[in-house]
């Protein structure tokens, strides 16, 4: 499973994104990219237009102006359904899980997408659809071991921790097989050692199946040891970009965390 980890070519390039809600603007001129098998952090101010990003990228908003380019193909009119066919997979700043479901059925329901056979054949457990079900749970059950969540897959989610609950939504995602995995705040109300956990995973997804990882997250220790580059945003706009220390040492990035007025 071990793979080296090289940061190959852009695969994802944003230029010139604009958007804004009514009068809110939300994003304002930002262009940034992200390379194969990079870990990219977005950075930045409560409301600073970090989630709202993300639902750019993968076709939540669409951007009044700006260009999205994947894998050189310039994207129009994206959606989310799009988005996920091709290979682009997220989770939520708010978790987005059936509580009453277990752990093996969520992460089950990140194979939607992969799965061939329609419903009345899959209800009818008719051949196909039967063979194709057991490739599905072996691909669960190998995200389950991936995880280490083995003794709690028959566990229904809502009764697990809130830093379980998020283990399980990376695990949906992941079930999509996913290029480039959007992660909205995947530490966010955990406590140190679960915030350990999860960056010790988010890096081995990333060392191990070489998926590409956009990831927003507000503690600066763990932005600074798992990301290779970072984009600083405040207020819609773009104020930093580059290595953790780069962005460490901008001006305009202290200012805007220091909360000077501007
Ligand atoms: N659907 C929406 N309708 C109206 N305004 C919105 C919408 N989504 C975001 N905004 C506004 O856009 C701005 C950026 O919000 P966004 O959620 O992207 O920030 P954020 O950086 O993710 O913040 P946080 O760290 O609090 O999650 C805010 O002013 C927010 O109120
Ligand atoms: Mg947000």
């Given at each position: 499973?071990?793979?080296?980890?090289?940061?190959?070519?852009?695969?994802?390039?944003?230029?010139?994104?604009?958007?804004?809600?009514?009068?809110?603007?939300?994003?304002?001129?930002?262009?940034?990219?992200?390379?194969?098998?990079?870990?990219?952090?977005?950075?930045?101010?409560?409301?600073?237009?970090?989630?709202?990003?993300?639902?750019?990228?993968?076709?939540?908003?669409?951007?009044?102006?700006?260009?999205?380019?994947?894998?050189?193909?310039?994207?129009?009119?994206?959606?989310?359904?799009?988005?996920?066919?091709?290979?682009?997979?997220?989770?939520?700043?708010?978790?987005?899980?059936?509580?009453?479901?277990?752990?093996?059925?969520?992460?089950?329901?990140?194979?939607?997408?992969?799965?061939?056979?329609?419903?009345?054949?899959?209800?009818?457990?008719?051949?196909?659809?039967?063979?194709?079900?057991?490739?599905?749970?072996?691909?669960?059950?190998?995200?389950?071991?991936?995880?280490?969540?083995?003794?709690?897959?028959?566990?229904?989610?809502?009764?697990?921790?809130?830093?379980?609950?998020?283990?399980?939504e990376l695990g949906r995602a992941l079930a999509a097989e996913p290029e480039i995995l959007l992660l909205d705040e995947p530490m966010a109300g955990m406590n140190v050692e679960e915030k350990q956990d999860m960056?010790?995973?988010?890096?081995?997804?990333?060392?191990?199946?070489?998926?590409?990882?956009?990831?927003?997250?507000?503690?600066?220790?763990?932005?600074?040891?798992?990301?290779?580059?970072?984009?600083?945003?405040?207020?819609?706009?773009?104020?930093?970009?580059?290595?953790?220390?780069?962005?460490?040492?901008?001006?305009?990035?202290?200012?805007?965390?220091?909360?000077?007025?501007?």
């Amino acid at each position: 499973m071990t793979q080296t980890r090289k940061i190959g070519e852009v695969i994802l390039d944003l230029q010139g994104i604009s958007l804004s809600f009514g009068g809110v603007k939300a994003l304002t001129n930002i262009s940034f990219n992200v390379k194969e098998h990079e870990i990219r952090a977005i950075i930045g101010p409560n409301g600073a237009g970090k989630s709202s990003m993300l639902n750019v990228i993968n076709g939540v908003y669409r951007p009044q102006l700006g260009e999205i380019t994947y894998r050189g193909v310039q994207r129009k009119d994206m959606n989310t359904y799009a988005a996920a066919k091709s290979g682009i997979a997220r989770t939520f700043q708010n978790i987005a899980l059936f509580k009453g479901m277990s752990v093996l059925d969520n992460i089950m329901t990140g194979r939607n997408l992969k799965m061939k056979s329609n419903f009345l054949m899959q209800a009818l457990y008719w051949g196909p659809a039967q063979k194709e079900e057991i490739a599905h749970r072996e691909k669960v059950e190998e995200i389950i071991d991936f995880l280490e969540i083995q003794h709690i897959r028959k566990t229904p989610v809502g009764r697990l921790s809130y830093g379980l609950q998020k283990r399980v939504e990376l695990g949906r995602a992941l079930a999509a097989e996913p290029e480039i995995l959007l992660l909205d705040e995947p530490m966010a109300g955990m406590n140190v050692e679960e915030k350990q956990d999860m960056s010790r995973f988010i890096l081995d997804v990333n060392d191990q199946l070489g998926t590409t990882i956009v990831l927003i997250e507000h503690d600066m220790g763990v932005v600074m040891d798992i990301s290779d580059r970072v984009v600083v945003l405040d207020y819609g706009k773009k104020i930093g970009d580059g290595t953790p220390d780069e962005v460490l040492a901008n001006q305009e990035v202290i200012n805007a965390y220091l909360g000077v007025a501007h």
